[in-house]
């Protein structure tokens, strides 16, 4: 991973490949804070879903871990958090979400992971990170943007474990 440009609240990374991408998502996992809330956003097969497999991965999951387009919602506990991936891509109208009981899940405790956040347009509550994915060369462009206090302190915490990597 390298750092391709920074501002305040934003980071840009080359991820080079798919266990870049992953890799960030370990990065993730070992500063995640309960209550946090990430969007994902990014083309069909931008690398959405790696890099919450990467989080996943990170806190012990061992079993597969794909994209809940049907399902909507994936909830896993491992490592004494509470993970849900959201995926809204099939979400035809926001209002499915309180079908689902989508308010519930931002407890404050669950870290919760949505993919498509744009398709539950005013039904979300602000997000902390925004992770942006998008094709460069061969490799992803991953930009990480802080949209809360809490989202300032996962970023500065991100970038010291980046640094520490390198």
Same mark, same amino acid.
């Given at each position: 991973?390298?750092?391709?440009?920074?501002?305040?609240?934003? &980071?840009?990374?080359?991820? #080079? %490949?798919?266990?870049? @991408? #992953?890799?960030?998502? *370990?990065?993730?996992? %070992? =500063?995640?804070?309960?209550? =946090?809330?990430?969007?994902?956003?990014? %083309?069909?097969?931008?690398?959405? @879903?790696?890099? =919450?497999?990467?989080?996943?991965?990170?806190?012990?999951?061992?079993? *597969?871990?794909?994209?809940?387009? $049907?399902?909507?919602?994936?909830? $896993?506990?491992? *490592?004494?958090?509470? &993970?849900?991936?959201? %995926?809204? $891509?099939?979400? @035809?109208?926001?209002?499915?979400?309180?079908?689902?009981?989508?308010?519930?899940?931002?407890?404050?405790?669950a870290c919760c992971f &949505?993919?498509?956040?744009?398709?539950?347009?005013?039904?979300?509550?602000?997000?902390?990170? #925004?992770?942006?994915?998008?094709?460069?060369?061969?490799?992803?462009?991953?930009?990480?943007?802080?949209?809360?206090?809490?989202?300032?302190?996962?970023?500065?915490? &991100?970038? @010291?474990?980046?640094?520490? #990597?390198?």
């Amino acid at each position: 991973m390298k750092d391709k440009r920074s501002k305040p609240n934003e &980071i840009s990374l080359i991820l #080079e %490949d798919v266990a870049a @991408t #992953e890799k960030l998502g *370990a990065v993730l996992a %070992d =500063v995640l804070q309960n209550g =946090v809330l990430v969007f994902l956003e990014g %083309d069909l097969g931008a690398g959405k @879903t790696s890099l =919450v497999r990467g989080v996943l991965r990170a806190l012990g999951h061992q079993g *597969a871990v794909k994209s809940p387009t $049907y399902s909507l919602l994936e909830e $896993y506990s491992l *490592a004494g958090k509470e &993970i849900i991936h959201f %995926d809204l $891509y099939r979400l @035809t109208d926001p209002e499915e979400l309180d079908l689902i009981g989508i308010r519930d899940y931002f407890n404050g405790k669950a870290c919760c992971f &949505i993919e498509w956040p744009q398709r539950g347009q005013d039904s979300l509550p602000q997000e902390d990170l #925004e992770i942006q994915i998008s094709l460069d060369g061969s490799g992803r462009l991953a930009r990480i943007s802080a949209h809360s206090e809490s989202g300032m302190k996962l970023l500065k915490s &991100i970038q @010291t474990e980046l640094c520490q #990597e390198s």
